[in-house]
């Protein structure tokens, strides 16, 4: 039983950041996380809202706190995610 956990909360989420990793290498990091969200709101249709006040926030300040130098500044943050809100930083 405690394999079975440890395969299911530690194995398969270390697979799947290598492979969203991967991907994002070979796509680019902007277009893995559109791809990544277009995913997202396939399976849970209805849920945009959520991602707008919850999730779009952070990934913004995670984004452009890690890669700024990276972010086109003619095209500013609405390249990745959109344009930011003023509740946004």
Do not use: N
């Amino acid at each position: 039983m405690r394999l079975l956990l440890v395969i299911a909360f530690i194995v398969v989420p270390l697979v799947e950041l290598a492979i969203i990793i991967q991907v994002g290498e070979l796509i680019g990091a902007a277009w893995t996380i559109l791809l990544l969200l277009a995913v997202a709101l396939a399976l849970f249709p209805g849920k945009e809202t959520a991602f707008e006040l919850i999730y779009r926030p952070r990934f913004e300040r995670v984004l452009h706190a890690r890669w700024p130098h990276e972010m086109p500044t003619e095209l500013g943050l609405s390249f990745v995610l959109g344009e930011p809100t003023r509740g946004d930083r």
